[in-house]
């Protein structure tokens, strides 16, 4: 199969989770992690993330730095990556910040279930790809955006996302950014969720940097795939 490189980018508490029980973002990073994953950003020819994440963050996905802006252009690329979002029954608000802010393409990957009438007011906003039945086929909307030229793709979450890339088997590497405080809750999100894997599939980790960062820790991994991992 070809695929992009993938790699997830994430922060989280030093327990795992990703925001609060009422799924509020909390500041887990500091300024330099935020220069760290806008070169990310910068480098990745696109930036995906799960509807979940639009409906509670409306994150724009832009690069910031005026300066790494520049030297995209420089290269003869668009200021800024290719913006995704993984949204099986075109849920994507109209008036989110994607696509609102920022220059650059733009991609909602949908499932067959999907509304025609949804479909057809977000192919004004953006390319609509159709990828999969009931949900998004993640690995045949790999294979399509390869086919697109796009060969780095920077995942941002969230927990959904990230369990259907992993456990398709799409992941190569993974940063995660562990910062030094608790949040708990059995309700709030944490880096991974989904069905969970069972004792024979589980995905094994090679660590392949550790850095401090402020007062919390930068770990580079490369994702290994086990024989025993299907596509689910």
């Known amino acids: 199969m070809e695929k992009p490189f993938i790699f997830i980018n994430s922060a989280m508490s030093a327990d795992g989770k990703l925001s609060t029980k009422e799924r509020k973002q909390v500041r887990i990073s500091g300024k330099k992690d935020f220069e760290r994953v806008d070169e990310l950003r910068a480098q ?28 995209r252009k420089a290269e003869g690329r668009e200021e800024n990556p290719v913006r995704i979002v993984v949204d099986s029954l075109a849920r994507t608000p109209l008036e989110a910040d994607i696509f609102k802010k920022g220059t ?73 950014f562990v910062g030094n405080l608790i949040i708990g809750g059995t309700g709030a999100p944490t880096f991974v969720d989904g069905d969970g894997l069972t004792e024979n599939e589980l995905l094994k980790l090679e660590l392949l940097s550790a850095e401090q960062i402020e007062e919390g820790m930068l770990l580079r991994w490369k994702v290994k795939r086990p024989e025993g991992l299907k596509k689910r």
Do not use: F, H, Q
Request: hydrophobic share 45%; glycine share 8%; proline share 1%.
């Open 104 to 176: 650059g393409m733009r991609i909602v990957a949908v499932s067959n279930a999907a509304s025609e009438e949804k479909v057809r007011k977000l192919e004004e906003k953006a390319c609509v790809i159709r990828a999969g039945k009931d949900k998004v086929d993640l690995s045949i909307l790999a294979e399509n955006l390869k086919k697109m030229g796009i060969n780095s793709l920077m995942v941002e979450g969230g927990a959904t996302l990230n369990w259907g890339m992993l456990s398709a088997g799409l992941v190569d590497e993974i940063y995660t």
């Open 44 to 71: 990745a020819d696109a930036i995906m993330v799960g509807i979940g994440t639009v409906l509670a963050d409306d994150p724009s996905l832009t690069v910031k730095s005026s300066e790494r802006k520049e030297a």
